[in-house]
């Protein structure tokens, strides 16, 4: 059963940095893998992928501040948070395509994220 874990939440100041870990269990570290969000009375929303072969897509309120970072040993999945502003405040959630087809980021990927992980609460204050 796949499982995933997030950690590295927590508070930091606009301007500041966070990284965000996601330890994935019984699911390839090189599946399409992906990072959501969810701000306090908001809808769940899509922040950026990292397909099977490495290529990235990022949600336009995120490119070129936040990355997605992975280590295939250790199974994890990272999301590097730089240059935080009170709005990126929210649960992060890390979600993972169980399946054995190899897919490249985008929305070949986003339709597989279906496994989901509990969520690592990030505030941001001013």
């Known amino acids: 059963q796949v499982q995933l874990a997030e950690s590295g939440g927590g508070s930091v100041q606009a301007g500041g940095s966070l990284r965000l870990s996601c330890l994935a269990s019984a699911v390839n570290l090189r599946n399409c893998m992906g990072w959501f969000r969810q701000a306090p009375g908001k809808e769940r929303e899509w922040v950026g992928s990292?397909?099977?072969?490495?290529?990235?897509s990022y949600a336009d309120s995120v490119k070129g501040l936040f990355t997605i970072p992975r280590d295939n040993a250790k199974n994890l999945l990272y999301l590097q948070l730089n240059s935080l502003k009170p709005e990126d405040t929210g649960m992060y959630y890390c979600?993972?395509?169980?399946?054995?087809?190899?897919?490249?980021?985008?929305?070949?990927?986003?339709?597989?994220?279906?496994?989901w992980g509990q969520g690592t609460l990030v505030t941001v204050f001013s």
């Open positions: 979600a993972a395509d169980p399946g054995l087809v190899p897919r490249v980021a985008g929305t070949e990927c986003f339709r597989y994220l279906v496994v």
């Open positions: 990292i397909g099977s072969d490495g290529s990235t």
